[in-house]
Structure formats: C-alpha cells, structure tokens
C-alpha cells in the first residue's frame, strides 16, 4: 500500500531560496528508503514538508491515502502523532531525565492540563521502559539526558518517537554527529524498527555504505531535484559522480 | 519525470514577485529616511546653529509655518535624491546604484549629519570649562564634600530603619512582578507568536506598549503614582513594579527568542499542542535566565528605589531629601554613605547569587 505520495512538490523560502523545485515521488508500507545528495540539495527541506514542520509553497503531499499538504490544527497534529521524526542534533530535552524524554513522544494523545502536571497513566511508564528497552538502553531511564553519550541520545531520540507508535519514521541525518562504529549501531536499531515493528522509515545519509547496507530504495537529490531513483546497489561510479559531482571521491565507514 | 510546464512557471513567478516587493518597500522606506534625515539637518542648522549660536537669541522664535516651509523642501529635496538612488538611505536599504556618486554624498552627508549633531549638542548643553573651576563654585564644592567625610552619626537608627524600608520596597516589587512578566513575556516571544496572525498582532501590540512604558523611567511612574496613590511607599512601590514588569519582560522573551528550536522542533513533530511544546520544549531551558534575572532586578530595585524616594516614594531617598533641603550636609553624608554600602553589598549577592546558579 502507498504510505506517502509526493506530487510536484516546490519549497521557496522567504529569503528567496528555491530548496524543493518539483519533487514527486512515493513510499510503500514497509521501506527503508534512503535520501542522499549533497549538503544543501534539500534533503532536510524535504523531511520537513513531509510531517508539514515547514509549509510547502506548491504540489502535494499525500498520507495515507489523504491530501496533507494544506491541513490545520486539530487534523494536522493528528497526522503528525502518526509520523516520528529523529534529528541530527537528537533534539532532546537536555535537563530532563530518559524516560521523560521518551514520554515526551505521548504528548499528542495526552490533555494539556494532565501533561503539565505530569498526571501519567501507570501504563505509560511501563509503555516508554518498554520504547527504551527497544533501544537497549532501560538501564539509562533515570539520568539526565544530557549526560548520555551523542550515541545514547540519539537511541533515546529513536525511543522517543516509537512512543508514537509511528506509521512512518522520518530520519534527518541520525548518524552524522556520531563516530562510524555507533552509527553503525544506531543505524541497526532503525533496521530493527523496519524489519520487527514494521514501521516505514524514510532517512537522510550521506555515507553510502551506509545506504548499501540499510536502505531498501534510494533516492537522490541534486539542488531540489530529484537525479537518481532506484536500487541502493546499482549506485555505480558514474551516478556517484552525477549525484556529488566530478571532483567526488567515495569513503567507506564501516 | 514528465514536468507540466505550466507549474513549473509558478514557483519561479513567486520568486521574482517576491524580490520586486522587497525591492520596492525597501525603496519606499529610503525615500521616506532621507526625508526625514534632510529635515532633521535643516532645522537642526537653522534652530541650534543660526539661531542660537549665529544670532545667539535667547528666545527662539517659533511658527508652525516656518517647520512646514523647511518640511516642504526637505520632502522635495529628501525624495528628489532618493529617486536617483545615490542617497544615503538608498543605500541602507541596499537599493542604491552602484557607482562613485553614491560612495560619495553617502561619505559627506554622513559627516555631515554626525557634524551638525555633535556641534548642537554642544551648544545646547551650554558646556562651559569656566563654571566648573570658577572660585564661587570650588568653594562650594570643597563646603559639601568636607561635611559628607564628617558624617553626622545621631540620626544613625533612622538612616538604618529607612534603609530597610527601601530594600523591602524593591524586594515586594520584584516578587509581585514575577508572575506577571512570566506570563507576559511568552506573549512577547517572537518566535511562539510569529507562526499566526493574530498571535503575532498580539506579540506586536504588546511590545509597542511595553516598549512605551519601559522608555519612562521609574522616577516619573513614582510622581504618577504619587498622585494617584498618595505619597509614599506605595507610590514608590507600584512604580518600580510597573518598571520591572517591563524591563524583566524584554530580558526574559529574548531569553525565550534564545533558546535551542531543536527540542521545540521535536516536541513539536510528535504532535503536542502549542501548551505542551512550550511547557517541555521551552520552560525547562529559560528557568535559570528568569532566575538570574530575577535577582539582578531586585539588586537594580534597591537603587531605583533610593532615587525614586527622592520624589516621595519612600524609604532612604526621602529621608535624604528632606535633610539635603535643609542644607544639613552632614546627615546627608551619613546617609550617602549607608547608600553606598548597601549597593554594593546587594551588588555582591546578587552577583554571587547569579553565579552559583550558572
Ligand atoms: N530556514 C531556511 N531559510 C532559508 N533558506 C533555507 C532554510 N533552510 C534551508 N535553506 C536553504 O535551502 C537549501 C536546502 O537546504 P537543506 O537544509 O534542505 O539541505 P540539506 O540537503 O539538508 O543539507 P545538509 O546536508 O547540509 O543538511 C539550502 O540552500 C539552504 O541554504
Ligand atoms: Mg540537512
């Protein structure tokens, strides 16, 4: 079944810079697919527009089956509480213990009064231990977050976002703060989801052992366009040299 | 991919709409700055350095009519070398033409403008070297400063009990102003109100009138309230309440407009309600800021308290009215000295206090 479906979509920002110019594509349940393209090519202006954190400024996008692209408030959040999202920089609240931080992926379903004053049910805490243990790191649910290596942050980042019980699970360059040895351990922990859960993980990389590895379907940006479509393993040398350009040369983590 | 080439022409039209707006707004507030620029020239050589200098009139003459006369040229003047884009303002804005003329009256009518206002200045300050040291004034001097080095000790419990009186004053008005400023500064974050348009009409509605309320000082909010509530404590007490409302309520939205937009950003994508992204996303990184700020402005209460007390608002600045009405010079020595001490000791805390917390 399509999960996303991406008509055309252009992405103009207020300084004037075109980031998205006519991208379509789609993602069936159950994909790892992959976004590669240089810094700069819209790979994270992409991401945004799918969970709708920035409003595209024309085309489609379709979840599920229903145009996204326009929706508000009550309807918008209720699409967003289906969608996970891991970033970079592991965005987590840094003065509050783990299992706060993973909590924090309930609040969508959750009333306002009950979350500002901490009124959780018992079973979310069994809920986010369980998220945690996901990620193999239960024994951390008490420490700050901020005490948590790059690697552990961002494990807790992804257990945040299982809180959600997402459909889709969108990844902004997860690894690219961390040394190769845990990329390679965070990125097996997103296999896992795809694999055991099910869920449908769209990911910007920029190593492409990486997405050899993990991804099921790559997709290339080159400044807002989409170049290259298809097998993460017919990735040759001549789409590399179109995809970085000539000067490029390709490293290997392993 | 086949691409339909009408949408393609959409978003490159948005594009050139929007840098042709920008261009032409960005114009019109050129044209409008050297207006105003060349009227401010005009009637600061006419009224500061013809008149008083030149002339050296006492009583300047003053008429609607003459204002409108220079108004009309400077419109003329003003919109005339904007519209050839070699003036100053133009290039502000960055919608000059880039060629010599513009580097050049940009140079001059900068200097020019900074000329003219250093030389009013001067002249409006009537500064003069030979009041400073004439032998009347340097006899008074040498009177006031030797009385202060002898301070009069009898009045010592008094000095004391209206110190306490001031200190507590600016104590009650900073904790009442606490809730407040906490409430209102979320109001006056941009980056919480900017995303609709009423919130962000809201956010510019409230900054105009805080904006407008922080520019009077606290002295004259004591003079208001004195009126309105008597004179005394109270008046001096609302005063420095409505101030620190308003100063405390710019530090704290731009601590807020400081912060990491990671954490609101993925609170945000999980689905919360705009309540819920600020009580996590926000709150936890801007309590220690609110904190400092807190206890820096109870430390500026203190001193704001002992000038507005010079106006009635009570405390240790009224007591040193009174005896420097009477001319009693030594009392008031006592009294600037228990004034000096207690600064700097609630500097002290308050930075001690401040660091500990960081
Ligand atoms: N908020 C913004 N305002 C204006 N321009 C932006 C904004 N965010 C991104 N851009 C611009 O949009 C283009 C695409 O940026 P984007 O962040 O999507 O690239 P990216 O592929 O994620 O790059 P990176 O690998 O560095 O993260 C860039 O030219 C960038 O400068
Ligand atoms: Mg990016």
Redesign the interface.
């Known amino acids: 079944m399509t999960l996303l479906r991406i008509q ?1 979509l ?1 992405k ?1 920002y ?1 300084n ?1 810079t ?1 980031a998205l ?2 991208v ?1 594509f789609e993602v069936e349940e159950g994909e790892f697919l992959v976004i590669i393209g240089l810094s700069g090519s819209g790979k994270s202006t992409l991401l945004r527009c799918v ?1 709708r ?1 920035i409003e595209p ?2 085309g489609t996008i379709e979840f599920l089956g229903k145009d996204i692209t326009h929706i508000k408030g009550e309807e918008l ?9 891991v ?1 970079q ?8 213990s783990v299992l706060s931080n993973v909590i ?7 009333k ?1 009064l009950d ?2 004053f901490e009124r959780f049910p018992d079973s979310i805490y069994d809920e986010a231990k369980k998220c945690l243990e996901t990620v193999g790191i239960e024994e951390k649910a008490d420490v700050r977050a901020d005490s948590l290596s790059g690697g552990q942050q961002q494990r807790v ?1 992804i257990a ?2 299982l ?2 019980n997402p459909k889709l699970l969108l990844a902004d360059e997860p690894v690219a703060s961390l040394d190769p040895a845990t990329s390679n351990s965070v990125m097996q922990y997103f296999e896992k989801i795809n694999k055991e859960l099910g869920t449908t993980v769209v990911c910007n990389l920029h190593f492409l052992s990486l997405v050899r590895r993990y991804a099921t379907r790559v997709i290339a940006l080159k400044a807002g366009e ?1 170049v290259y479509q298809g097998n993460p393993l017919e990735i040759d040398e001549d789409w590399f040299k179109t995809i970085y350009g000539d000067e490029a040369e390709e490293v290997e983590i392993r | 991919m086949i691409k339909e080439p009408g949408l393609d022409a959409r978003p490159k039209k948005i594009i050139a709409d929007n840098k042709k707006r920008e261009q032409k707004f960005n114009f019109c507030k050129a044209v409008l700055l050297d207006i105003f620029l060349v009227f401010y020239s005009l009637i600061v050589i006419q009224r500061a350095i013809y008149y008083k200098f030149i002339l050296d009139i006492r009583d300047i003459p003053f008429a609607w009519s003459q204002i409108w006369i220079v108004l009309f040229i400077s419109i003329i003047i003003g919109s005339l070398w904007a519209f050839t884009k070699t003036s100053l303002s133009c290039n502000l804005f960055g919608v000059a033409k880039d060629c010599k003329t513009t580097k050049l009256t940009t140079e001059i009518f900068g200097w020019v403008l900074f000329d003219i206002t250093f030389i009013a200045g001067w002249i409006v300050t009537k500064i003069s070297i030979v009041d400073l040291f004439s032998k009347d004034g340097i006899e008074g001097a040498q009177r006031i400063f030797g009385a202060l080095f002898q301070p009069e000790m009898s009045i010592f419990d008094d000095v004391v009990f209206a110190t306490i009186e001031t200190i507590y004053l600016a104590l009650i008005a900073t904790l009442i102003s606490i809730p407040f400023t906490l409430i209102i500064s979320f109001f006056t974050a941009r980056n919480l109100m900017k995303d609709n348009k009423i919130s962000f009409a809201i956010y510019y509605i409230l900054r105009i009138v805080l904006n407008f309320v922080r520019s009077i000082e606290p002295v004259i909010w004591a003079i208001i309230f004195s009126v309105w509530v008597g004179i005394g404590p109270y008046a001096g007490m609302i005063a420095l309440l409505v101030h620190s409302i308003a100063s405390n309520a710019k530090l704290y939205s731009e601590a807020i407009e400081g912060i990491e937009d990671g954490p609101v950003e993925a609170i945000t994508a999980t689905g919360a309600n705009k309540i819920q992204v600020v009580w996590y996303g926000v709150v936890p990184q801007i309590i220690l800021p609110f904190l400092s700020f807190t206890i820096y402005r109870w430390d500026i209460n203190v001193r704001m308290a002992t000038v507005i007390g010079l106006v009635g608002g009570g405390g240790i600045g009224t007591m040193l009215m009174q005896y420097q009405g009477l001319a009693k010079w030594h009392e008031v020595g006592l009294i600037v000295l228990v004034i000096a001490f207690v600064v700097w000791v609630m500097d002290y805390i308050s930075a001690k206090i401040r660091e500990a917390i960081y």
Do not use: D, E, P, W
């Open positions: 055309n252009h103009i207020k004037g075109h110019k006519g379509s969970n954190l400024t024309t959040r209720s699409v967003k509480k289906q969608i996970g999202m970033f920089q592991f965005n987590l609240i840094k003065r509050r924090v992926g309930r609040l969508g379903s959750m306002t979350s500002i980042a945040r976002s809180m959600q989409i």
